[in-house]
């Protein structure tokens, strides 16, 4: 391949903050990497994301265990990507919950999708040795499923399609708090590789009117207020359609792949360049935004192959 992804050369360690955005929930994040939550309930705690190995798991149970000492019952995954849940089994949760959708995409992509992450993002598979294989989920569900973490009401919800077809939230009422996954991030670019750029701001209609206190978000701080969980939706809406819009000019017209990357720079560089991993995002942003342009509905997966002839249709 004649250029390396933008993040292979990114091995720096990042600082992590535990925040607490409600009563007992929790958002691990570390300065644009993948992002997990907690909920505490009664007698028992739920992780939302796995990360991508037990070893960056192990610094999420870390700071559980500052907060509480109840044991770990359920794992809830909101996509099948990689960096997302192949830490699944540092966590020996008994419950392992994914969507119907997401679960199937695992069947589909997941190894694909495990060998592209591992090439494109090497620091976050350190200590990769320790992955026991793909993560499946013990439950699933299709719309909707609740949770009781004794008297603790979770609701897992599966909104529509945005980052992924097969993106579920976890809404916990009694705080009015929700996790959303990478739906929503914060001064973080969205990873829109797999997404569905035409309904995902529908999505993000459908998390704004729960009216959220707090938002853990994919990537980025947590969210804390709706001033701030108001400006992070608008923000995510704006990056989404900054990138699309472009890219879905060019295709109107019969245009190339290079057209659009260059369309979409010109959009989005003045805004979103300084924000986390933007220049990682961006050639599979680019693709899939000029793909689903042009009809093709079910991103196509990433392999190795294609990502060379991505590259080299950007280079001109």
């Known amino acids: 391949m004649s250029k390396k992804f933008a993040s292979a050369g990114d091995m720096a360690e990042k600082a992590i903050s535990f925040t ?21 309930g009664d007698d028992s705690v739920m992780v939302i994301e796995a990360q991508a190995t037990p070893r960056l798991a192990s610094k999420v149970i870390e700071k559980i265990r500052t907060v509480t000492d109840k ?10 990507h990689a960096v997302r849940v192949l830490g699944a089994s540092a966590y020996n949760a008994p419950t392992v919950i994914m969507g119907d959708v997401a679960r ?31 993560t499946y989920p013990t439950t699933t569900f299709s719309e909707r499923m609740t949770v ?29 708090v929700m996790f959303t996954g990478d739906i929503v991030e914060y001064h973080s670019a969205c990873y829109c590789g797999d997404g569905h750029f035409e309904d995902w701001g529908d999505t993000l209609d459908m998390i704004r009117s729960f009216d959220p ?3 853990g978000p994919g990537r980025g701080d947590a969210l804390v ?10 923000n995510t809406r ?27 720079r010109a959009e989005c560089d003045p805004k979103f360049k300084d924000y986390a991993i933007y220049e990682h995002c961006l050639p599979f942003n680019v ?8 009809g093709i509905d079910t991103p196509r997966i990433w392999t190795a192959e294609r990502d060379a002839e991505m590259w080299a249709q950007l280079q001109g």
């Open 104 to 134: 199937a995409m695992v069947e589909e992509r997941g190894a694909e999708d495990w060998a592209s992450e591992f090439e494109r993002f090497p620091r976050l598979f350190q200590g990769h040795e320790s992955i026991p294989g793909l």
């Open 148 to 176: 009781y973490l004794g008297k603790r009401r979770v609701d897992l919800m599966h909104l529509g399609r945005a980052h992924t077809a097969g993106d579920i939230v976890a809404w916990v009422p009694d705080e009015e």
């Open 71 to 80: 044991p770990i019952s359920h794992l809830v995954m909101t996509h099948y």
């Open 213 to 215: 206190q707090a938002i």
């Open 225 to 234: 207020g709706r001033e701030m969980v108001n400006a992070a939706i608008d």
């Open 238 to 264: 704006d990056f989404v359609e900054s990138t699309y819009r472009p890219a879905a000019k060019v295709a109107a017209r019969g245009g190339t792949l290079k057209e659009a990357w260059d369309a979409v």
């Open 20 to 40: 607490e955005i409600g009563r007992d929930l929790w958002a691990f994040t570390a300065e644009g990497d993948p992002n997990s939550g907690v909920i505490i």
């Open 287 to 294: 693709a899939r935004a000029f793909d689903e342009a042009r």
